[in-house]
T-cell receptor, first 113, second 112 residues
Framework: DGGITQSPKYLFRKEGQNVTLSCEQNLNHDAMYWYRQDPGQGLRLIYY???????QKGDIAEGYSVSREKKESFPLTVTSAQKNPTAFYLC????????????FGSGTRLTVV | KQEVTQIPAALSVPEGENLVLNCSFTDSAIYNLQWFRQDPGKGLTSLLLIQSSQREQTSGRLNASLDKSSGRSTLYIAASQPGDSATYLCAVIIQGAQKLVFGQGTRLTINP
């Protein structure tokens, strides 16, 4: 079955460390997205990519970085510059046309220890 | 800037009732509106997608309507069941940007 796989499900980061969250899709979708979810704040867009080797900042890109070397993969790195990284991170994908909606992964919960 | 609001923030009803969740958005220039369900600690599951040219979509006990001119959508759940307990999120896809903008969700509890 086609879908989006996020790994790991839980991730713990020490202060000052960079960590990378994985997102892979086998839906042949063109666009991929990273959202952050905090209690009481809803989902906020971090980065998105509409084509391989190209990506754009979302609303809260500071302290994060991404790459899009393959159509299937869109990893997110949470850098030490991100002051409050503890959150639930969701990856999504869509076809180039918005007429087909978005598909989400199961999420990664990142905790700073 | 597009803003999406969902009312109420939480709702608790007895099993078997029909209920309506509300979603409003400030800018009518949208491609589509999508309703999602989220169980605690899980990702989002798509329930219904309404394209801007449509007025409603149905799937089983769920019916979603869209009124672009008034900036409103409703999700109607018929004959609610305890398994419907979850957070329901609506999101609009902005024209020209192909980005989802989310409301903060309605946390629904169905009591047996």
């Amino acid at each position: 079955d086609g879908g989006i796989t996020q790994s790991p499900k839980y991730l713990f980061r020490k202060e000052g460390q960079n960590v990378t969250l994985s997102c892979e899709q086998n839906l042949n979708h063109d666009a991929m997205y990273w959202y952050r979810q905090d209690p009481g704040q809803g989902l906020r867009l971090i980065y998105y990519s509409q084509i391989v080797n190209d990506f754009q900042k979302g609303d809260i890109a500071e302290g994060y970085s991404v790459s899009r070397e393959k159509k299937e993969s869109f990893p997110l790195t949470v850098t030490s510059a991100q002051k409050n990284p503890t959150a639930f991170y969701l990856c999504a994908s869509s076809l180039d046309s918005p007429n087909y909606g978005y598909t989400f992964g199961s999420g990664t919960r990142l905790t700073v220890v | 800037k597009q803003e999406v609001t969902q009312i109420p923030a939480a709702l608790s009803v007895p099993e078997g009732e029909n209920l309506v969740l509300n979603c409003s958005f400030t800018d009518s220039a949208i491609y589509n509106l999508q309703w999602f369900r989220q169980d605690p600690g899980k990702g989002l599951t798509s329930l219904l997608l309404i394209q801007s040219s449509q007025r409603e979509q149905t799937s089983g006990r769920l019916n979603a309507s869209l009124d672009k001119s008034s900036g409103r959508s409703t999700l109607y759940i018929a004959a609610s069941q305890p398994g419907d307990s979850a957070t329901y999120l609506c999101a609009v896809i902005i024209q020209g940007a192909q980005k989802l903008v989310f409301g903060q969700g309605t946390r629904l509890t169905i009591n047996p």
